[in-house]
């Protein structure tokens, strides 16, 4: 699931090597800290937030396919 984080953000940035994805763990759920090069933030998040909140609907589906919880955060 790492992956796919990494590879949503890559394509939506103009510095592909400037993203990071940590994973953590809280309670239950599996949190992915993205982190980008500043230039790329308003890439990630998109206008009114439309990007990141479709990048953490994937994640969340794709981990209730597995019986999991997870999410992004994008951090700067």
Known sequence: MRELVE????TLVE???G???EETTQEDM???ELRVDEADLGRV????GRI???MRMIIRSAA??????ATIE???
């Open 45 to 48: 998040i998109g206008k009114e």
């Open 7 to 10: 590879h949503m953000a890559r």
């Open 52 to 54: 990141a909140k479709a």
């Open 19 to 21: 993203v990071s994805v």
């Open 15 to 17: 510095n592909p090597d």
């Open 30 to 32: 599996t949190v992915y």
């Open 64 to 69: 209730a396919r597995n019986g999991q919880k």
């Open 74 to 76: 994008i951090m700067d």
